[in-house]
């Protein structure tokens, strides 16, 4: 038998706060949020336990979902959906009524093509108004923000050279190309950033 530890992301617990800060008064209208890459779950029980309003639901791709699980059972939160199988390359996304998505730390994980995909997905999946909140790191007019962030992109590469920080001029054209226009980009701690979109 295989016991699996509790899975535990520090960098969850010290960027909760801040991203809970942006993302509170623009999910206080709203009923339900998909988030993507949830990662440990950790950040979907606090941000649940902040919005009590709120459905959220949890995905990721199928290696994630038990230790998601395991936050879940713990907590107990009734808004708290359990983690559901979403790779963004899939063709065909479970149809959800959701009024936002979020994701944080997932995009630099992913390749070019993965982005593409996530953006068109999303782009679908939100009706009109619908709201992208996108937590992490990104490079202006070509060049990293800092250079703790060129060596984690150098890190990142080593990994998975598809993988790696990505262009904010991209992800504004590439939202638009699937019918989401930029609403802010908020300067977060660590040389992160939250991008804000909506669906029009
Ligand atoms: C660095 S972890 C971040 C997890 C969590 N969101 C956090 O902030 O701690 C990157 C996440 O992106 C997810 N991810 C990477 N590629 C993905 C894909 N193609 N589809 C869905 N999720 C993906 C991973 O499974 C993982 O949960």
Same mark, same amino acid.
């Given at each position: 038998m295989i016991i699996m530890n509790k899975p535990y992301s520090e960098s969850c617990d010290q960027n909760k706060e801040p991203i809970l800060a942006v993302i509170l008064p623009v999910f206080s209208s709203l009923s339900s949020v998909l988030e993507i890459?949830?990662? *440990?779950?950790q950040h979907a029980i606090y941000f649940a336990e902040n919005m009590p309003h709120l459905k959220w639901y949890t995905s990721d791709c199928r290696s994630y979902l038990a230790g998601i699980n395991m936050w879940l059972d713990d907590a107990g939160l009734p808004n708290v959906l359990p983690p559901f199988e979403l790779?963004? *390359?899939?063709s065909s996304w479970p149809k959800l009524d959701v009024d936002a998505v979020f994701t944080a730390n997932s995009i630099h994980i992913m390749s070019q093509q993965d982005v593409l995909n996530f953006m068109s997905g999303v782009g679908n999946l939100l009706a009109e108004q619908g709201e992208l909140m996108i937590y992490g790191p990104f490079n202006y007019n070509g060049q990293y923000t800092s250079s703790s962030n060129e060596s984690f992109d150098q890190w990142l590469k080593s990994r998975d050279p598809l993988s790696g920080i990505k262009h904010f001029e991209d992800m504004v054209a590439l939202a638009n190309k699937n019918r989401m226009q930029l609403v802010a980009d908020h300067a977060m701690p660590a040389n992160n950033r939250i991008l804000h979109f909506k669906k029009v």
């Open positions: 890459g949830s990662g *440990t779950g790779n963004v *390359t899939e």
